[in-house]
């Protein structure tokens, strides 16, 4: 089979796996009758990021033979996704609401929420932009920065724990809107049927980022790219922007709350603890790939930052984070 078949094909376990893990972590949820707040913006932000957690970290932990390679792919696995996210998704997601809304239709995401997002974020990712500058052998640098990302983190789930409670009593606990897969086949629902569906789409995961690995690998020198460059355009949009149509439905229902909460949730994690990894594992060098993807990423962070704060968030205003993504495509390509 060649490489680009195996890359389809491993694109294809990861999205299955991907699907499988969240429809077990909707259940785990239910279970545990937390809020949708935390199910949506923890569980459901780590669920769809493990694609993007499991390649970085199969590719510089047991990827293939060349260690450049491997660091390369894992740089561009992390920092993808935030800067995915806080551009091409967001525009994708006020496209399917131009013609309903129209550019100057007001989008109400709840604001405390966002900024809280979205501010975190920019903490996480500044103290990313900063270890960049940070020599590869300043060990006791980098892990005061590392662990700083990983700190970062914390506060914002102990932050969103605590008012999951309250969420929960007005009415606002986990529901999973569809029985577990395995339950369709015949089995008991259950916490084995539980456990054992959150570990087939966790080892899928695994074996589906590591055959990426290697198909990227192969296939880099063939259309000219290099692995970083085809790390941080293909990763993301292949595993990460499937399951932030979710985001598009909810919106077109004006549900906007849930649907800016999908994806600024996404950024906390993605822009806090795989950044951490890359920190420690790898050289974590500002290329000019990697610089001017962290400074697009935060530039289109920043913009949304000072919009919420005004107080209106206009379709036309996400049209401009498309830009950014579009720009920043058009660097790495030609550069």
Request: with cysteine.
């Amino acid at each position: 089979m060649s490489a680009g078949l195996i890359l389809i094909a491993m694109l294809l376990v990861i999205l299955a796996a991907a699907e499988i893990f969240t429809n077990a972590l909707e259940h785990l949820g239910e279970r545990l009758k937390i809020s949708e707040g935390v199910t949506g913006s923890i569980f459901a932000a780590v669920g769809t990021a493990m694609p993007e957690s499991m390649v970085p970290l199969v590719a510089v932990l047991a990827g293939t033979e060349d260690a450049r390679v491997n660091e390369e792919i894992g740089v561009g696995a992390i920092l993808g996704a935030p800067l995915m996210l806080s551009t091409l998704t967001l525009f994708l997601m006020a496209v399917s609401v131009v013609r309903r809304r129209g550019m100057g239709g007001v989008l109400n995401p709840e604001r405390h929420g966002l900024r809280r997002d979205l501010q975190f974020f920019l903490v996480a990712f500044g103290f990313s932009l900063a270890a960049m500058f940070v020599p590869h052998g300043t060990h006791t640098v980098r892990a005061i920065l590392a662990i700083a990302l990983v700190f970062v983190y914390f506060i914002y789930v102990m932050m969103t724990l605590s008012v999951s409670a309250q969420l929960v009593a007005d009415g606002h606990g986990t529901e999973a809107h569809s029985d577990m897969y395995l339950c369709r086949l015949g089995l008991a629902d259950g916490w084995p049927v539980l456990i054992g569906q959150l570990l087939i789409g966790f080892g899928l995961l695994i074996g589906g980022a590591k055959g990426f690995v290697h198909s990227v690998h192969a296939i880099a020198p063939m259309v000219g790219l290099s692995p970083l460059v085809l790390s941080l355009l293909i990763i993301p949009v292949a595993t990460e922007l499937p399951e932030k149509v979710n985001s598009i439905l909810w919106i077109r229902r004006h549900k906007d709350t849930l649907a800016f909460g999908n994806i600024t949730g996404a950024m906390v994690f993605q822009g806090s603890l795989l950044p951490a990894i890359g920190i420690m594992l790898t050289p974590w060098a500002p290329s000019p790939a990697v610089f001017s993807g962290i400074l697009v990423t935060i530039v289109a962070a920043g913009w949304l930052t000072i919009l919420s704060h005004r107080g209106q968030l206009r379709v036309w205003h996400l049209f401009v984070n498309g830009g950014l993504y579009l720009g920043y495509l058009t660097f790495v390509l030609t550069g």
